[in-house]
């Protein structure tokens, strides 16, 4: 593949994810992608073939992200473990107010489908999985089904903010509108974390 090449193959996924973010998945279309691209709708099929073949590796390429940046700070056993779990919940957060078309397209086929082998379920799952060995790692003492309950509550609670962001009337200073919020709202859930143990 020329450099010509790749770079309108990554200027089409980006210009995908870009359209997700604004437009939502079901009302996403090639033509709309093609154009914020600045390429054209063979390009699309040329790299891709179908609009669901773009939108399945735009969504691939984006979970494996995710789960890429929250192993590696499950893996980080420099900092203590509060500030790990404040991390993770901080990237988490800050991800669904970044990018909030491509966080509900994830979550879309797991929560309306109920497809729990979709590669974002996995991918979700995989992260809980790891941060829940960490946990056994650093509460030996503490009853293994107690730890997962709990972890599983606040992971549910995230899970439902990035789907729905405004939903319940919340203090402005746990609402993810920026950087600082998304910090204070971390710190809030690891609070409730240790406080449900």
């Not at 996924?13 to 359209?19: H, Q, R, V």
């Not at 996403?28 to 040329?46: D, F, H, P, W």
Request: glycine share 2%.
């Amino acid at each position: 593949m020329t450099k010509k090449e790749t770079t309108t193959q990554e200027a089409i996924l980006l210009a995908t994810i870009d359209c997700i973010n604004e437009f939502g998945i079901e009302d996403l279309t090639t033509r709309m992608i093609a154009e914020k691209a600045g390429a054209n709708i063979a390009s699309i099929n040329y790299y891709f073939r179908t609009k669901e073949q773009l939108v399945n590796q735009t969504l691939e390429i984006t979970i494996k992200h995710m789960l890429e940046d929250v192993i590696a700070a499950i893996e980080d056993k420099s900092l203590p473990f509060r500030q790990t779990l404040t991390d993770i919940f901080y990237y988490l957060i800050s991800g669904a107010r970044n990018n909030p078309g491509i966080t509900t397209a994830h979550l879309y086929s797991l929560v309306v489908k109920k497809d729990y082998q979709s590669i974002s379920a996995r991918s979700f799952l995989a992260a809980f999985n790891n941060i829940q060995e960490r946990l056994l790692e650093n509460f030996p003492n503490e009853d293994p089904g107690q730890l997962e309950l709990v972890l599983s509550t606040i992971f549910s609670a995230i899970m439902f903010m990035m789907l729905t962001p405004d939903f319940f009337p919340i203090d402005e200073r746990y609402r993810h509108t920026d950087e600082e919020h998304c910090r204070n709202l971390a710190e809030h859930y690891v609070e409730l974390f240790y406080a449900m143990l």
